[in-house]
């Protein structure tokens, strides 16, 4: 009796309607902050779609991270090994995750936010909601589908949800679908988003990007160099000193980022701490030192450790350990340096950049790209003197820091491939040569033009683009779009060759999506979990 109609209500106490909620310009303004929250910081001090999900996955299920044996949290092991299952966690909470946000972005657009009476801000508002939908999208068609180009978005996608409805059930559409959708929201998005190039907001130049990055999905190169010299020409790159302080923050050439802050993040969920190795944090990922060996000077002298010239190598060190043995010291870039701090009973803070045997030979962190946010990590040997036995624990706040979505720098790489594929090889060159010569810490005019033409100068473009943009999540869409197979120097698996055409390059269709939505069967599954 107590479940019938006469006697239960329907609504919880809690709930509001859409309209109540969006009552007034104040509370839209919060609602649409909502989302913000709820694609970049950690939800319930346990997973965050962008700081963790997207980022990690297309790092790891691409060449050039290595996974750990120590891994403390094996959420994205299956990814990395291509021995995802469908009772992994990792799909679920990019599914249930992204399609939140895109729940949360159609309650503003089909608002119509009409309690708002300036009509710019009004369409401000739905704009930044339709680029975040279509930004959600992307990342997720790219994790559970098979490449636009393989078929010319004819494989099933996933679910293209537009209304805020819910208990509706829906069917898999197609990749061409979800693209057609992507290509919707965001020309009507750059329609009506306001000109401000703030980098913790949607903006013009994110937009933009967001194109250009479809166009390359589809091997439209000239359009999308136009969006791309668009997002690039409306953010200066940033300098090599600012390079060197990592991407934590709010870098200058940062075209969207989603901030991490103090009071609403987990430590140990973030895209910082999955590259510091603070309180065994880090162990999950890493770099191959065959990777590393790839950013040296030319005609640098091969018998130094390091080689001077290009200062993203600086990014590469091994792991911190304390050795409770007596003559242990700082190593730096394979040089002994004497110890100045003080004597903690024979404890000594080891670090070293060098690979030997007593480490992790062929296995590097990348701690200076992605610092703590609050200590600065570029001078390492200032880092290790300010270091105590007492404050070994707390060097900074584990994982506050930045997720920088979008730079300039992936901006001018594009349009560099773009001109290139195009036979417009000057362009490209001089696009190539800004990130290059950055690199390098010397003025743009005084770095050669590339001598290579023609595939020759592609290969060297997509080089630059792994190395410059190394870690931030964007090598496996570009393995995709291009039908790559991947090769990779080393792991701890066995797993260093993954075709073009390994159905496990996608992750399997939630299990519960399968069995709670009415519109989808097993058939429905991704190939190779069935």
């Known amino acids: 009796m ?4 006469d006697f239960l209500d329907h ?15 104040g ?4 609602a649409v902050n909502g989302i913000y929250n709820k694609i970049g910081n950690p939800n319930n001090s346990y997973f965050s779609l962008y700081h963790l999900g997207f980022s990690k996955v297309n790092e790891v299920r691409a060449e050039d991270v290595m996974g750990n044996d120590l891994t403390w949290w094996a959420l994205f092991d299956g990814a990395y090994t291509y ?3 469908k009772a992994d966690n990792l799909g679920p909470y990019i599914w249930d995750y992204s399609y939140a946000a895109i729940d949360q972005c159609n ?15 009004r369409k401000d508002y739905i704009a930044q909601a339709k680029a975040i939908r279509a930004m959600v999208y992307w990342d997720l068609v790219g994790v559970f589908a098979r490449p636009y180009i393989a078929d010319n978005g004819a494989s099933p996608g996933v679910l293209l949800i537009t209304e805020s409805e819910h208990g509706k059930s829906h069917p898999r559409t197609t990749v061409k679908a979800i693209y057609d959708q992507i290509f919707k929201d965001l020309t009507e998005a750059l329609a ?17 990007g967001l194109l250009a990055r479809y166009y390359l999905d589809l091997n439209n190169y000239q359009n999308a160099m136009e969006h791309a010299e668009a997002a690039a020409n409306s953010v200066d790159l940033m300098s090599a000193d600012e390079l060197r302080l990592g991407l934590s923050g709010l870098p200058s050439e940062g075209i969207f980022t989603l901030v991490n802050t103090e009071d609403a993040y987990a430590e140990y969920r973030t895209h910082t701490s999955y590259w510091d190795d603070y309180d065994g944090m880090g162990k999950d990922i890493r770099i191959p030192q065959e990777f590393a060996d790839l950013f040296q000077a030319p005609n640098s002298d091969p018998g130094e450790p390091f080689p001077k010239g290009d200062i993203r190598r600086d990014f590469f060190w091994s792991q911190y350990n304390w050795k409770n043995e007596p003559g242990w010291g700082y190593y730096y870039t394979g040089k002994a340096l004497e110890w100045e701090g003080p004597d903690y009973g ?3 803070l080891s670090a070293q950049q060098d690979n030997s045997s007593w480490g992790w030979p062929g296995r590097l962190y990348m701690y200076g790209k992605f610092p703590r946010q609050d200590f600065e990590c570029s001078d390492i040997e200032s880092y290790v003197k300010t270091a105590s036995h007492e404050l070994v624990s707390n060097w900074g706040t584990v994982g506050l820091g930045n997720y920088v979505y979008m730079r300039s720098s992936e901006m001018v790489l594009v349009v560099a491939e773009c001109a290139a594929r195009l036979k417009q090889e000057t362009k490209a060159k001089n696009a190539l040569r800004l990130i290059q010569a950055r690199a390098f810490n010397v003025d743009t005019e005084d770095y050669p033009l590339s001598p290579n033409s023609n595939q020759a100068l592609i290969d060297e473009i997509m080089l630059e683009k792994r190395k410059e943009l190394l870690g931030e999540g964007h090598r496996m869409r570009d393995v995709m779009r291009l039908r790559m197979d991947i090769q990779r120097f080393s792991t701890w698996t066995g797993k260093d060759f993954i075709s073009k055409d390994d159905p496990k ?10 069995k709670v939505n009415s519109a989808l069967d097993e058939d429905d599954q991704n190939p190779g979990y069935k």
């Not at 390059?505 to 399968?514: G, H, N, R, T, Y």
């Open 107 to 121: 309650v503003i657009i089909n608002d119509g936010l009409e309690a708002i009476d300036d009509d710019d801000v």
């Open 2 to 5: 107590s479940c019938n109609d």
């Open 505 to 514: 390059m996608q992750l399997p269709i939630p299990d519960s999506e399968i």
């Open 346 to 348: 024979g404890a000594y």
């Open 192 to 208: 009506d988003i306001s000109s401000l190039n703030d980098q913790k907001r949607v903006n013009e130049a994110m937009i933009n």
């Open 11 to 25: 609504n919880p106490t809690d709930k509001i309607s859409s309209d109540e909620l969006l009552a007034t310009e």
């Open 83 to 85: 021995n995802s299952t």
């Open 27 to 30: 509370s839209v303004k919060a």
